[in-house]
């Protein structure tokens, strides 16, 4: 079983996806893969180098995710040619490892699970929603601008079209409790298919 977990940043799909490995899930977050990718893949840095300029390199020859974050969420054509590098090693890590361990549940959270057509590769696809007063506020508290989290907010698939597409939807407004009490439930009707 492979739930394929999205929504739009700052709705607290890491939040879920914490509650979800409580509950005996394996969880893979896609976002945590992309990190790894731009911090120790030397194919990737020569790639990323390749098409960005040192201009997001330190002197020690590390990516600064702040400064390609900035370059490529201002430049549509940017982040597509980040994405073209990142995106197909991104989903073969998670593949194999959903592969090496077949009998267990899994949690993937894929950001853009809608907007990559990756919905194919799970068994069901779960989207976590909230108000977008909520996600701005808790995009300011990781330090981003207003503008920059509307900018980000901008980049993705509206929320409303991803919960018309997902099969299950978690709204994320409210407490921790009422988070974990969504994806008890959710997981109860899973298992009794």
Not at 76 to 85: C, P, Q, T, V, Y
Not at 145 to 157: G, K, L, M, V, W
Request: aromatic residues 6%.
């Amino acid at each position: 079983m492979v739930l394929g977990l999205t929504g739009n940043i700052g709705c607290g799909k890491s939040t879920a996806g914490r509650i979800f490995e409580e509950q005996g899930y394996g969880r893979i977050d896609c976002d945590e893969i992309v990190r790894e990718l731009l911090s120790n893949d030397d194919k990737v840095k020569a790639e990323v180098l390749s098409v960005f300029s040192k201009s997001v390199f330190d002197e020690g020859g590390q990516i600064l995710r702040k400064e390609l974050a900035s370059v490529v969420f201002s430049d549509a054509e940017a982040l597509k040619e980040l994405e073209n590098i990142l995106h197909p090693r991104v989903n073969r890590i998670w593949n194999e490892q959903v592969r090496k361990e077949e009998t267990k549940p899994w949690l993937v959270e894929i950001p853009l699970l809608f907007e990559r057509n990756l919905e194919k590769n799970v068994d069901f696809t779960v989207c976590i929603t909230c108000d977008q007063e909520v996600q701005i506020s808790r995009l300011t508290q990781r330090g981003m601008t207003p503008d920059e989290a509307n900018q980000r907010i901008s980049r993705q698939i509206p929320l409303v079209r991803k919960v018309e597409l997902a099969d299950y939807v978690l709204l994320n407004n409210g407490s921790l409790f009422f988070l974990k009490d969504q994806i008890t439930q959710l997981i109860k009707s899973i298992n009794s298919l």
